[in-house]
C-alpha cells in the first residue's frame, strides 16, 4: 500500500499554482501580502499603463509590443500541450509583432488577457496531474514572470531616457 | 480525494530549477528558456565592473544578491527555519569588485544546490511548501528577465 507520503494534494497544488499565476498577472490581492513580486504589480496593470507608442519603441532591437506577443503565444500554445497538442511549434511565429497602432495595442492587451483566462480553463480541465502536465503549468509562470521581468526594465530605461 | 505524485512534482520542480539556474540540456532544448541562458551561464559573461554599473537605478550585481538571498531565505522555509525577514537586507549589495562578485556567484550556486536537495528531500508539499517552491522558481526567473534586458544597456 502506498505512502501518503508519496502524494500531494491535488487542491494545495491547485490552490497555489492558482496564487502564483494571478499574482503574476493581476498582481498580488489589495492588503494582503505577495509571494514573489513587489506588491500590486502583474503583467495586466503593467501593461494597462502603457500607451501604443511606449511599447513600440525600439529598445535594445526588441519591443514591448513584442515581448506583450511573444508571452500571449507562449501561453496558447502550452495550453494546448496541456490539452494534448502533439504537434511541434514554430516559435519564430511568436515574435513577428514588433510594433502596434493603438488600435493594435488595445487588441494585443485583451488577447494577454484573454490567453490568461483561457489558462484558468484549461487547468480546470485536468483530469491528471502528472510531471508533464506539471512542468507546463509551472513554465507558464516561470516564462511570464521572466519577460515581466524584461518588460519593467524596459519600461525604466524609457524613464531615464526622458 | 484526488492527489498528485510527490515524484511527479518533485521531478517537474527539479527539471525548472535547471533550467532556470544551469540552462536546459543542449540536446532537448528548454522549457519555457532559450538554450544557455541559465542565470549561471548568463552570470559567467558579466565582469565585476559591468556588473556594478548603475543601469535603470540599479545594478546586475543587485539584482544577483536579491535573488540569492531569495533563495536562500525560501529554502529555510521548506525546512521551517525562518524567522522574521527584512527583504530590505536583500538589496544591500550595489556594486562589486572582482573577488566580491565570484563570492557573490559562488553563494548562488552552493544556494542553489541546497535547494535542489531540499526539493529531493521534502517529503511533506504541504499548501505553504508548494507556494515556496513555485516562488523560487519565478522569483528567479523573474529577476533571470530583468538580468538579461540590463545586459543589452551595457
Not at chain 1, 56 to 63: G, I, V
Not at chain 2, 89 to 103: A, G, H, I, L, Q
Amino acid at each position: 500500500m502506498e505512502n501518503n507520503n508519496t502524494r500531494i494534494l491535488r487542491e494545495d497544488f491547485l490552490k497555489d499554482v492558482l496564487i502564483i499565476l494571478r499574482e503574476t498577472f493581476e498582481g498580488s490581492p489589495p492588503g494582503q501580502g505577495s509571494a514573489y513580486l513587489d506588491r500590486g504589480i502583474g503583467v495586466l496593470n503593467t501593461l494597462e499603463d502603457l500607451s501604443a507608442e511606449q511599447v513600440s519603441a525600439n529598445f535594445n532591437e526588441t519591443t514591448i509590443a513584442a515581448h506583450s506577443e511573444h508571452l500571449k503565444f507562449y501561453l496558447d500554445r502550452l495550453c494546448e500541450f496541456i490539452e494534448g497538442r502533439e504537434e511541434s511549434v514554430n516559435w519564430e511565429q511568436s515574435w513577428l509583432i514588433e510594433t502596434v497602432n493603438p488600435q493594435e495595442w488595445e487588441t494585443l492587451r485583451a488577447g494577454v488577457k484573454k490567453s490568461y483566462e483561457n489558462i484558468l480553463r484549461c487547468i480546470a480541465g485536468v483530469e491528471v496531474w502528472n510531471q508533464n502536465n506539471i512542468g507546463e503549468i509551472i513554465a507558464i509562470i516561470a516564462h511570464t514572470a521572466y519577460h515581466l521581468g524584461a518588460i519593467r526594465q524596459m519600461i525604466k530605461a524609457f524613464g531615464e531616457e526622458d | 480525494m484526488k492527489t498528485i505524485v510527490r515524484a511527479d512534482f518533485a521531478k517537474a520542480l527539479e527539471v525548472l530549477l535547471m533550467e532556470t539556474f544551469e540552462s536546459a540540456p543542449l540536446a532537448e532544448g528548454g522549457v519555457y528558456l532559450d538554450r544557455e541562458i541559465g542565470m549561471f551561464s548568463t552570470l559567467e559573461k558579466i565582469s565585476a565592473t559591468d556588473a556594478s554599473l548603475s543601469i535603470n537605478d540599479t545594478s546586475i550585481a543587485a539584482h544577483t544578491e536579491h535573488a540569492r538571498f531569495y533563495l536562500d531565505i525560501l529554502n529555510k522555509y521548506l525546512h521551517s527555519k525562518a524567522e522574521f525577514v527584512n527583504w530590505n537586507n536583500s538589496w544591500r549589495v550595489k556594486t562589486v569588485d572582482e573577488d566580491e562578485w565570484e563570492d557573490l556567484k559562488l553563494r548562488l550556486a552552493e544556494n542553489y544546490r541546497e535547494v535542489c536537495e531540499s526539493v529531493e528531500k521534502n517529503e511533506n508539499w504541504d499548501v505553504n511548501l508548494i507556494t515556496v517552491a513555485l516562488g523560487m522558481i519565478t522569483h528567479s526567473a523573474y529577476h533571470l528577465g530583468a538580468i538579461r534586458q540590463m545586459i543589452k544597456q551595457i
